[in-house]
């Protein structure tokens, strides 16, 4: 895969001359005359990203970096450059002696394929085995799962290797769940998860799922929207009250971290609370759109917009965004890895690799995704409470029945 150079002495113009996949990602993140041919040409021509990044309050390095994700996602070219990827399905590959399958995040999404990448090619040349794998981006989003979901029959269609965020691909008995109970899996990770986590029992009890991280979801708070006096709000109770009626945006297009929210909005304030954030809400929205600009003040834009902790870095420099880690705890969508037990040996040296400190270090650092390695320093603030659905939960509800019920909560109150 070619490097893709965009530096901050580049043009506007020149970068999406150069990208063209970029504008979509400059649109909406507050550049609003990007999207426009003939503003591209003269603004843009006038003025160089670190100049319009500066402008707007936003982090260089991160902003780069999102651009840069932007092309790697539209570009046609391989996940992985490996021989063996099939072309024809999405999610998961039918060729190669180890298959490995997934949807991995974005803002990782590249750097990990790299590294995955060397370590298949020395597996190959090393035992003579091929490695098939389509590792996708999480945008893809549920369909294209669900479609590879299908495809499964039983234990020998299973890929090697699956990794993924989320509670849906995993807990619904129409999916991998299906599997568990027969033992099917392994988790080969670490005998005890991050600092971060005491306390949480997020290691599976049963050893066949292994948690690398998590996907946080935090609160960004537009202080433009808030009255005189008004308090910024520290927790998800506060964000269920009338307060926030039509005040609220959240991540409904991110599949699994949304899913994640309301199943735990369910856990902990049952049916009321769902239809609670269903009232409250304003728009769904991207993150990457919630974190790179405000409604006007005294407009109609959200106050409180639910993101990924990955996003927060965009809105840091911004006077007017206020980040909240909630009091009561960050909810948490998992990223799991399932390893078939019967797969050859070198498809648990792939395993190894992903729980090794270096992929730790890539989702914690570059994504801002609290790795569960015990090694790695995780970029999060001192008090990081967190929301966790826990083991129990997952055993005594059919998440497969359960999370439509919740999505259909939240739907008709909002109605």
Known sequence: MGKIEIGPGMTL?????????????????????????DKRKTQGKMVTLVQAVKAKGKD?????????????????????????????????????DIRVAGLLPCPVRIPMLEAFDEVAKSI?????????????????????????????????????????????????????????????????SWPTHNKIFDGYDMMDPDGHYAMLAVVP?????????????????????????????NKIAM?????????????TIWKYFGDEGVAAIGRNLLEGMHPSQAAGRFAPKGGKGPMVSVI????????????????????????????????????????????????????????????????CHPEVENNVPESCPFMWLGWDFIKENDLGELIPRVNDIFLKAGE
């Open 13 to 37: 113009f020149e970068i999406t001359e150069k990208h063209p996949e970029t504008i979509d990602a400059f649109v909406a993140n507050g550049f609003e005359n990007m999207g426009e041919e």
């Open 60 to 96: 260089l390095k991160f902003f780069i970096n999102l651009l840069e994700n932007a092309v790697n996602e539209n570009q046609d070219e391989q996940d992985v450059t490996l021989k063996t990827v099939d072309h024809e399905s999405k999610v998961f590959p039918s060729e190669g």
């Open 124 to 188: 190959t040349e090393e035992t003579g085995l091929t490695v098939g794998a389509r590792l996708a981006a999480a945008s893809v989003g549920a369909d294209v799962l669900e479609e590879g979901m299908n495809a499964i029959d039983g234990e020998n269609d299973l890929p090697d290797l699956f990794l993924s965020a989320g509670f849906e691909a995993f807990f619904d008995k129409k999916n991998m769940a299906r599997f568990k109970d027969r033992g099917v899996f392994v988790d080969r």
């Open 217 to 245: 979801a935090v609160f960004l708070v537009d202080k433009t929207q808030l009255e005189e006096g008004e308090a910024v709000p520290q927790t998800w109770e506060e964000i269920l009250s009338p307060r926030f009626v």
């Open 251 to 263: 991540p409904v297009g991110d599949f699994d971290l949304f899913n994640g929210i309301l199943l």
């Open 308 to 371: 990924p902790y990955f996003f927060s870095k965009m809105a840091q420099f911004n006077p007017d965004a206020e980040i909240v880690w909630p009091t009561d705890g960050a909810v948490i969508s998992p990223i799991f890895m399932l390893l078939k037990e019967s797969s050859v040996e070198p498809a648990g040296r792939l395993a190894d690799f992903f729980a090794s400190r270096e992929v730790g270090e890539i989702l914690s650092h570059r994504g801002l995704f609290p790795s």
